[in-house]
Each structure stands twice: as C-alpha cells, then as structure tokens.
Nanobody, 121 residues
Framework: QVQLVESGGGLVQPGGSLRLSCAAS????????MGWYRQAPGNQREWVAGVTSGGSTNYDDSVKGRFTISRDNAKNMVYLQMNRLKPEDTAVYYC???????????????WGQGTQVTVSS
C-alpha cells in the first residue's frame, strides 16, 4: 500500500506565506508526476500545480507567480511554497502522486487526506 501525508497547513493572514509538504511512503518503486489540488466547501476539487519526475512545473493561472511547487526525489516528497496568500486560497489542499509498484507492475494515482489552509484577517 501507498500512503501520502500532507502537512504544513494552518491559519495565515492575507499576504502571508505557508509551505505545504507531502510525503509518499509504502511499497514504492518509483514516483512519477506529483501535484497539488485544493477544494473549498461547496466547490469541486481543482488542480493547483504539478511537477513531473524531471522537475518540469506548471501552475493554474490563479496561483501562477505566487506558488512554487518542488520535489525531493530522494525523499519521495513534494512541496508547495505559497506566497502572497489571498482569502480565496482558503481550501483543503491535497497532494497527488503517480506511483509505480512492483506488485501491480503499473502506475496508479494516490491521494493524501488533505491539509487545511485558511487565509483570513
């Protein structure tokens, strides 16, 4: 089994910064693309940022220039540095990872359970 655990969420004022972390563990042979998603109450889960195994990054327009996604392949971790936070960034943030397992000989997507980010004065 593969487990993804997010951390780093919390309460921050508008304009502030926060860094989220996500660690993948379990029966992992290789981790491919990783990404961050978020979901606010009453909304659908939306994609925020992604990073390939080679380090190529991409962002949703709503966070471009403010957020930075990065990864540590040695630790099977992905991070999301969030700067100049806005109230509309408030949501539960989830990480996702494509994982290759020897047991299944296949790539599968796994999700973390989420971490709450609240941006409020």
């Amino acid at each position: 089994q593969v487990q993804l655990v997010e951390s780093g969420g919390g309460l921050v004022q508008p304009g502030g910064s926060l860094r989220l972390s996500c660690a993948a563990s379990g029966s992992i042979f290789s981790v491919g693309a990783m990404g961050w998603y978020r979901q606010a109450p009453g909304n659908q889960r939306e994609w925020v940022a992604g990073v390939t195994s080679g380090g190529s990054t991409n962002y949703d327009d709503s966070v471009k220039g403010r957020f930075t996604i990065s990864r540590d392949n040695a630790k099977n971790m992905v991070y999301l540095q969030m700067n100049r936070l806005k109230p509309e960034d408030t949501a539960v943030y989830y990480c996702k990872a494509a994982v290759y397992q020897r047991t299944s000989s296949s790539w599968d997507d796994y999700w973390g359970q989420g971490t709450q980010v609240t941006v409020s004065s």
